[in-house]
């Protein structure tokens, strides 16, 4: 499976962002889906994940209420709706799926990866 981000880019704190993630080569049907981010000189850490179907939905604490995961399987396509944003939330965003039926919150776990898409939130 080959998984490209988008939707990245500059906003002032508060602002608005939505993510996507595309897959070609497989249905994303078949996979849990997650939003994982990386800041500069930090771990990868977990941001939310999605059920196969998109009937249950995971987040981080730090992001919980904030943003939204969804999923449209014929589009073959993830989403990430990201509100309120915060300095904080400056990070490389990366979405992945894992070949299972239930989530985690480890990217360990997570077999595909996109390349990356960066959020950069200014005060």
């Known amino acids: 499976v080959q998984l490209q981000a988008s939707g990245g880019g500059l906003v002032q704190a508060g602002g608005s962002l939505k993510l996507s993630c595309a897959a070609s080569q497989r249905p994303i049907s078949s996979y849990v889906m997650g939003w994982f981010r990386q800041a500069p000189g930090k771990e990868r850490e977990f941001v939310a994940a999605i059920t196969l179907s998109g009937a249950t939905t995971y987040y981080a604490n730090s992001v919980k209420g904030r943003f939204t995961i969804s999923r449209d399987n014929a589009k073959n396509t993830m989403y990430l709706q990201m509100n309120s944003l915060k300095p904080e939330d400056t990070a490389v965003y990366s979405c992945?799926?894992?070949?299972?039926?239930?989530?985690?919150?480890?990217?360990?776990?997570?077999?595909?990866w996109g390349q990356g898409t960066l959020v950069t939130v200014s005060s």
């Open positions: 992945a799926l894992r070949s299972a039926t239930v989530i985690s919150y480890s990217y360990r776990q997570y077999r595909y």
